[in-house]
């Protein structure tokens, strides 16, 4: 393995890690569809950190991106809590806050490469080209800023593990029991926000999308552990990314469709062959059921 396929390989599977554990907790409390929001909005944080700065710095835009990801979740509170329906308000703030971004790309951004298809797709194929030196370590500005969201992802998670899941099964007896339900959210909010933005240079907002979504819901048909879907979860992220990239260099394909699609076949083989949840354990689960009802 060359220097080269291992960056694209670690920078892959962070985000598959990173959006593998917020997924989980994503697809629980149904908000699967507001990382698709978050994923696409944070284009406008982008181009706007690029417009008042000046500069490409990675950081300046992970501010700028991260701080649209955090409001683009609040707008989408703010509609729903004056009545319009929880889909309807995030498909208005998406789309609404997507445009004004794609808008400010063609007028004042067409020289530099923030472009709409390198928002859709990524382009981790040039990750390793841009290495920053920390601590005597040459890694790229990827790995650095995933690492980072990662273990601040992971210690929130840790930190506030029990508040999570009460506040996620049962909201009503968190509330009940003096929790702060609206600080959780908006803190799953800043979590996701912040985890859509680092892995959005690398990959894209396809793969990240489908990272956030597809591991969540691959592990929520094989577990009802709670603890036992962030490993799942995570795991499944590195094997779509890992797969994911071979199958692209085997076919010469796009890296970030191929891993994104990778995650969708997970998913395919679980809600076919899961244990429980399964097509084929449904089958047979009604299966034995008729049968009974015949012999009684």
């Given at each position: 393995?060359?220097d080269?396929?291992?960056?694209?390989l670690?920078?892959?599977?962070?985000v598959?890690?990173t959006c593998?554990?917020i997924?989980?907790?994503?697809?629980?409390?149904?908000l699967?569809?507001?990382?698709?929001?978050?994923?696409?909005?944070v284009?406008l944080?982008?181009?706007?950190?690029?417009?008042?700065?000046?500069?490409?710095?990675?950081?300046?835009?992970?501010?700028g991106?991260a701080?649209?990801?955090?409001?683009?979740?609040?707008?989408?509170?703010?509609?729903?809590?004056?009545?319009?329906?929880?889909?309807?308000?995030?498909?208005?703030?998406?789309?609404f806050?997507?445009?004004?971004?794609?808008?400010?790309v063609s007028?004042?951004a067409?020289?530099?490469?923030?472009?709409?298809?390198?928002t859709?797709?990524?382009e981790?194929?040039?990750?390793?080209?841009?290495?920053?030196?920390?601590?005597?370590?040459?890694?790229?500005q990827a790995?650095?800023?995933?690492?980072?969201?990662?273990?601040?992802?992971v210690?929130?998670?840790?930190?506030?593990?029990?508040e999570?899941?009460l506040?996620?099964?049962?909201?009503?007896?968190?509330?009940?029991?003096?929790?702060p339900?609206?600080?959780?959210?908006?803190?799953?909010?800043?979590?996701?926000?912040?985890?859509?933005v680092?892995?959005?240079?690398?990959v894209g907002?396809?793969?990240v999308?489908?990272?956030?979504?597809?591991p969540?819901?691959t592990?929520?048909?094989?577990?009802?552990r709670?603890?036992?879907?962030?490993?799942?979860s995570?795991?499944?992220?590195v094997i779509?990314?890992?797969?994911?990239?071979?199958?692209?260099?085997?076919?010469?394909?796009?890296?970030?469709?191929?891993?994104?699609?990778?995650?969708?076949?997970?998913?395919?083989l679980?809600?076919?062959?899961?244990?429980?949840?399964?097509?084929?354990?449904?089958?047979l689960?009604?299966?034995?059921?008729?049968?009974?009802?015949?012999?009684?």
């Open positions: 393995m060359t080269y396929t291992f960056w694209i670690l920078t892959a599977s962070l598959g890690i593998g554990i997924g989980v907790l994503l697809i629980l409390r149904k699967a569809m507001v990382s698709d929001a978050i994923s696409h909005t284009l944080g982008i181009i706007s950190a690029f417009l008042i700065t000046q500069s490409l710095d990675g950081w300046t835009m992970f501010i991106a701080i649209v990801g955090v409001l683009t979740t609040v707008f989408i509170q703010m509609l729903n809590s004056a009545g319009v329906q929880s889909d309807a308000s995030i498909g208005i703030v998406f789309t806050l997507f445009a004004i971004g794609v808008i400010l007028m004042f067409r020289n530099v490469h923030i472009d709409v298809e390198h859709i797709m990524g981790i194929a040039f990750i390793p080209w841009e290495t920053v030196n920390w601590f005597g370590i040459e890694a790229p790995v650095w800023m995933l690492s980072i969201v990662l273990v601040i992802d210690i929130l998670l840790l930190f506030f593990y029990k999570f899941k506040s996620t099964f049962d909201p009503e007896l968190a509330a009940a029991l003096g929790l339900v609206g600080l959780l959210h908006y803190l799953l909010m800043g979590m996701t926000s912040i985890t859509a680092a892995s959005f240079d690398a907002a396809i793969l999308v489908a990272m956030l979504i597809a969540g819901a592990a929520y048909l094989l577990t009802e709670f603890s036992m879907m962030f490993v799942l995570a795991t499944f992220g779509a990314a890992i797969s994911g990239y071979y199958m692209a260099a085997w076919l010469n394909a796009s890296i970030a469709g191929m891993m994104a699609t990778m995650a969708g076949v997970l998913f395919l679980a809600f076919i062959f899961s244990p429980t949840h399964g097509m084929i354990a449904k089958a689960s009604q299966k034995h059921i008729r049968t009974f009802d015949a012999d009684t």
